[in-house]
């Protein structure tokens, strides 16, 4: 394992039984709060999103936008925020995406994403795959191409990374750690 992985692994905290009985949480603040870490993490994403060709980041609500916007100032590129249903004013284009237990939707400014941009999307864990599938579909709706997905970690066992092959199209997923 490289220094950078061992230092975000030491850096996340695992939470028993949060947000219910069963689950094990990942905590990523106590790393947010160690600048060194913070800093190795965002150099990291940034250099994913270098190396993809990406010319914008889309932050998915809420740690995406945690993690997505230090990178794309980090790599020079705007930074789109999407967000929760009913959150952004204006225009915009909306995916609805199921969950384990119900439904959801995201949305995006209409302006934002258009023919020409590449779009990296960045979250910190990768789940079941869901929101980051939305957000895929979203992207392509507004004219824009997937340049790829990146994540802090990845939590293999929920094979999130399953779910979205066929919506990546080739394009790249990342995860600085498999869990």
Do not use: C, W
């Not at 220094?3 to 905590?27: N, Q, T």
């Not at 925020?81 to 995006?108: F, H, N, W």
Request: hydrophobic share 50%; proline share 4%.
């Amino acid at each position: 394992m490289t220094a950078v992985k061992e230092l975000l692994l030491s850096r996340i905290r695992d939470v028993a039984d949060y947000p219910k009985p069963g689950v094990m949480f990942k905590d990523i603040t106590p790393l947010l709060a160690d600048p060194a870490a913070f800093t190795a993490l965002t150099d990291a994403l940034a250099d994913i999103a270098v190396r993809s060709g990406a010319t914008k980041i889309v932050g998915l609500e809420a740690r995406g936008f945690i993690l997505g916007a230090p990178v794309a100032v980090r790599a020079g590129l705007g930074f789109i925020p999407v967000r929760k249903a009913g959150k952004l004013p204006g225009a915009t284009l909306s995916q609805a995406y199921d969950l384990e237990y119900g439904s959801a939707e995201i949305e995006v400014h209409a302006e934002d994403l258009n023919a020409g941009d590449r779009v990296l999307v960045i979250d910190d864990v990768l789940a079941t795959g869901g929101t980051a599938e939305a957000s895929l579909q979203l992207i392509r709706r507004a004219g824009a191409e997937v340049a790829g997905v990146a994540v802090l970690m990845e939590l293999g066992f929920l094979a999130g990374r399953e779910r979205l092959e066929s919506v990546l199209d080739g394009a790249p997923l990342e995860s600085l750690i498999l869990l």
